[in-house]
């Protein structure tokens, strides 16, 4: 079983609402800095929210901010992004990563050293 596994990923309504899920397995993510990324064809990775270990601080992108909220479900050892007022804009894949910087902002990915496969997002009515 793959570290990170992402899941959630749906089609949502402009101004809708998605949550997405970030699981880990064989180890524990309260531990680790864990980030939220989007892919769209012909861009970069875009950094979007983390979240640092042991604490609870957070730092989301200008993009997302107000809109999104990166949170942890320690029980769970998973970590989730609560998706709201979608834009069609937000449409891609979406992928958690861990092993990387979250002290501020950019979340750079090249930081970030074990990412799950993805979830794929889609923004239309």
């Known amino acids: 079983q793959p570290p990170l596994v992402e899941s959630g990923g749906d089609l949502g309504q402009p101004g809708g609402s998605l949550r997405l899920s970030c699981a880990a397995s064989?180890?524990?993510?309260?531990?680790?800095?864990v980030a939220w990324f989007r892919q769209t064809p012909g861009k970069e990775r875009e950094g979007l929210s983390c979240i640092a270990a042991h604490i609870k601080n957070t730092y989301d992108a200008d993009s997302v901010k107000g809109r999104f909220t990166l949170f942890r479900d320690v029980a769970k050892n998973t970590v989730f992004l609560e998706m709201k007022n979608l834009k069609p804009e937000g449409a891609g894949e979406y992928f958690c990563?861990?092993?990387?910087?979250?002290?501020?902002?950019?979340?750079?990915?090249?930081?970030?050293?074990?990412w799950g496969r993805g979830t794929q997002v889609t923004v239309s009515s």
């Open positions: 990563a861990i092993g990387g910087s979250c002290n501020g902002l950019p979340i750079r990915p090249g930081n970030y050293r074990y």
């Open positions: 064989g180890f524990t993510l309260e531990l680790n800095n």
